[in-house]
């Protein structure tokens, strides 16, 4: 069997980090997307280095209008994307202004609509392609504070579902992990106190790995998955089922 190549876009961050690992030891070769934090990058090519396979890095701003460009005129041979890329943003909807919501949008709805649309004639006629994307508990459920956050989430939810329907005839599945509380620095702002009460809501009792989320990554994109298309599957320890 030839190389298999994934892109990861947001690779740099602790889930993308751990689906590029994941990936690597699997055989597959990477584009490794980033937008500022090409050092995590460089370290996550040396780390993958002894998996002996093609590690490419490619730095794009995806929360500008022409990132998506950036790094689709990047992508050659494409079996699989792993959308990946975003940010948290927390405040009350009063307070936020316009170039937050615009760039958020940008970043978590318009970016990867954009990028998927420029990048499917390259998985259209290869064998077992696949689309995963990270989206989020809170597109599903909601959440006070995080009203844009749980917006996008939940248009990227409906983006997967819908583009299942249009490519599978073509072959292609698509699909979407959505973790609930993940150890990452996207908790970082949270107080001790304050993750204790998250984990007491959770019935598994603790908060999930960026580990445990980039295993779901690569069952939608493996052979496992053949008949799998079209769902949003949670990976959030009970919380909110």
Same mark, same amino acid.
């Given at each position: 069997?030839?190389?298999?190549?994934?892109?990861?876009?947001?690779?740099?961050?602790?889930?993308?980090?751990?689906?590029?690992?994941?990936?690597?030891?699997?055989?597959?070769?990477?584009? &490794? =997307?980033?937008? $500022?934090?090409?050092?995590?990058?460089? #370290? +996550?090519?040396?780390? @993958?280095?002894?998996?002996?396979?093609?590690?490419?890095?490619?730095?794009?701003?995806?929360?500008?209008?022409?990132?998506?460009?950036?790094?689709?005129?990047?992508?050659?041979?494409?079996?699989?994307?792993?959308?990946?890329?975003?940010?948290?943003?927390?405040?009350?909807?009063?307070?936020?202004?316009?170039?937050?919501?615009?760039?958020?949008?940008? &970043? =978590?709805?318009? $970016?990867?609509?954009?990028?998927?649309? #420029? +990048?499917?004639?390259? @998985?259209?006629?290869?064998?077992?392609?696949?689309?995963?994307?990270?989206?989020?508990?809170?597109?599903?459920?909601?959440?006070?504070?995080?009203?844009?956050?749980?917006?996008?989430?939940?248009?990227?939810?409906?983006?997967?579902?819908?583009?299942?329907?249009?490519?599978?005839?073509?072959?292609?599945?698509?699909?979407?992990?959505?973790?609930?509380?993940?150890?990452?620095?996207?908790?970082?702002?949270?107080?001790?106190?304050?993750?204790?009460?998250?984990?007491?809501?959770?019935?598994?009792?603790?908060?999930?790995?960026?580990?445990?989320?980039?295993?779901?990554?690569?069952?939608?994109?493996?052979?496992?998955?053949?008949?799998?298309?079209?769902?949003?599957?949670?990976?959030?320890?009970?919380?909110?089922?």
């Amino acid at each position: 069997m030839g190389k298999r190549f994934a892109l990861i876009t947001g690779a740099s961050g602790g889930i993308g980090r751990e689906i590029a690992i994941k990936l690597a030891e699997e055989n597959y070769s990477l584009y &490794l =997307h980033y937008n $500022s934090n090409e050092e995590a990058i460089m #370290e +996550l090519i040396e780390e @993958l280095k002894p998996h002996q396979v093609e590690l490419i890095p490619i730095q794009a701003d995806l929360s500008k209008p022409d990132g998506y460009k950036v790094l689709a005129e990047n992508i050659f041979a494409l079996h699989a994307i792993v959308l990946n890329s975003g940010n948290s943003y927390y405040g009350l909807i009063s307070d936020m202004d316009d170039k937050v919501v615009s760039e958020m949008v940008q &970043l =978590h709805v318009t $970016s990867p609509f954009q990028l998927t649309k #420029e +990048l499917l004639p390259k @998985l259209m006629y290869q064998d077992r392609a696949a689309i995963v994307a990270v989206t989020s508990i809170w597109g599903q459920t909601g959440a006070s504070c995080e009203v844009l956050y749980s917006m996008v989430k939940g248009g990227q939810n409906a983006f997967i579902k819908a583009l299942s329907k249009e490519v599978s005839l073509n072959g292609i599945r698509v699909n979407a992990i959505a973790p609930g509380a993940i150890s990452t620095s996207m908790l970082e702002s949270f107080s001790a106190d304050d993750l204790e009460i998250i984990k007491g809501d959770i019935p598994m009792g603790r908060m999930g790995s960026a580990k445990e989320v980039a295993e779901a990554v690569f069952y939608l994109l493996s052979d496992k998955a053949s008949y799998i298309t079209g769902q949003i599957l949670g990976v959030n320890g009970g919380w909110y089922t």
